[in-house]
């Protein structure tokens, strides 16, 4: 049995680990536990969800690693939310796959503990959505999900679906979807697809997902 914290983004994120992530690791004995990432703390309360400083996520994520020395801690944090003083960040390599091993491989190193291995979604987490457009069913009428099959057919993968504020995936969807509630939707979704096409259709995200089972 071993325990991995996961580091995330916000409330999306926690429950995707929460309903997905969750069981598919326990038949294997593997126990994951988001931590949602603190904005700002204040003496009577702390305030959760979304990244503003690099150096914030940095300072946390030392802070869980001391805690639980004999314990990993990785992350979920959407590649194009990433603050501009992340180590980097600006990498300008043509593969998306390579120019995130460069990234993550800078921030595990700027971190600095053995017990961390940063994981970057591509280019957000709404982009393993369009895993199985189909999935959309349950949420919109046909025209609408046969519009997400055609920004899935011209993506090389969900992965490669635009990073940039009017293109992204969760902007597309709530452009298309005006009733899009992120944290419910995407709990459904992702939980009608299933985890192995998600596997399937996600290179990066199958690749951290083996890193969980191997460390």
Not at 73 to 79: E, P
Not at 109 to 119: E, K, L
């Amino acid at each position: 049995m071993k325990n991995i914290y996961i580091y995330c983004e916000g409330q999306t994120e926690e429950s995707f680990i929460n309903k997905v992530l969750a069981p598919y690791f326990a038949n294997m004995m593997i126990y994951v536990k988001p931590i949602i990432h603190t904005t700002k703390r204040t003496a009577r309360a702390k305030y959760k969800g979304g990244v503003i400083n690099y150096n914030k996520i940095r300072r946390e994520l030392q802070a869980l690693c001391k805690q639980h020395p004999n314990e990993f801690v990785t992350t979920m944090f959407d590649y194009y939310r990433m603050p501009g003083n992340t180590p980097m960040i600006d990498c300008k390599e043509a593969n998306i796959y390579k120019r995130m091993e460069f990234i993550e491989e800078a921030i595990n190193h700027d971190i600095g503990q053995i017990n961390c291995f940063f994981n970057l979604m591509l280019h957000e987490f709404e982009g393993v959505l369009f895993s199985s457009p189909s999935s959309f069913n349950l949420i919109t009428d046909v025209d609408k999900v046969a519009e997400i099959q055609r920004i899935r057919n011209d993506a090389e993968s969900p992965e490669h679906i635009n990073n940039s504020p009017e293109t992204a995936p969760s902007k597309r969807l709530e452009k298309l979807i005006p009733n899009y509630a992120k944290v419910i939707s995407a709990a459904l979704l992702s939980e009608n697809m299933g985890i192995d096409i998600i596997l399937k259709e996600c290179k990066h995200f199958a690749a951290w997902m083996e890193k969980i089972k191997s460390v």
